[in-house]
């Protein structure tokens, strides 16, 4: 099927799933191919924000490994997937601004390596790809663009197109450092090092991102600014999608 809202001769439905460290642009990246191919998009790792903002707000020791997941399977949250405007709610409020504050970023990593959290949001997440590879969601039965921890290897690992975007630590936190400060001067990115480099850290301790999985295509965008990295993307999507998730597409795309 040819996707209406594209010129690339895409089948639907369609899950893509995009991993790869902080920093390496994969928020940008995965909702401006969702908006391109008309898909519905899940940010994954907003939920592990979202799951960090309500542990903080019941009052929990984030530590308290037992305790913290017991309240991730009790958080009432809602997980906006139109990757126009991609919202976040927990308890009906939106806290798509809540959960970016420099607070949850440094706490983060503690709620996401706990296991037992881990295997709750994978859960959701699931059932987010299934509703709208079945026609119960927001694409109505066009797919989704999915990205974030595990995605290409424990969550959607029969996705039809798997990509692992990569980018050099120097690239990574000169984006973010933009990105949170607005400036990528030494003082900018000496400010952001410490947050990138520990998260990916402990991250790596439950799951693997630095190295692409059989079947999954690396990007490396060091040398891509946003629209390049885009158009690769796009480009993997379509040689991938035609090909089938059985094949993938070619291993590495350099940028």
Known sequence: MTDSGSDLPVRTPLVIAIDGPSGSGKSSVSKAVARSLGLAYLDTGAMYRAATLWVTQQGLALDDAEAVAAAVREMPLVMGVDPTEPGVFLGGLDVAAAIRTTEVSTSVSTVSSNLEVRAELADRQRQAIDAERHGRGFSGGRGIVAEGRDITTVIAPDADVRILLTASEESRLRRRSLELHGSADATAVDATRDQIVRRDAADSA??????????????????????????????????????????????????
């Open 206 to 255: 439950v799951t693997q991102f630095t190295v692409a999985a059989s079947g999954v295509v690396t990007l490396d965008s060091s040398e891509l600014d946003l629209d390049e990295t885009i158009a690769a993307a796009l480009h993997i999507v379509a040689v991938a999608a035609d090909r089938g998730p059985e094949h993938g597409a070619d291993a590495t795309t350099e940028g």
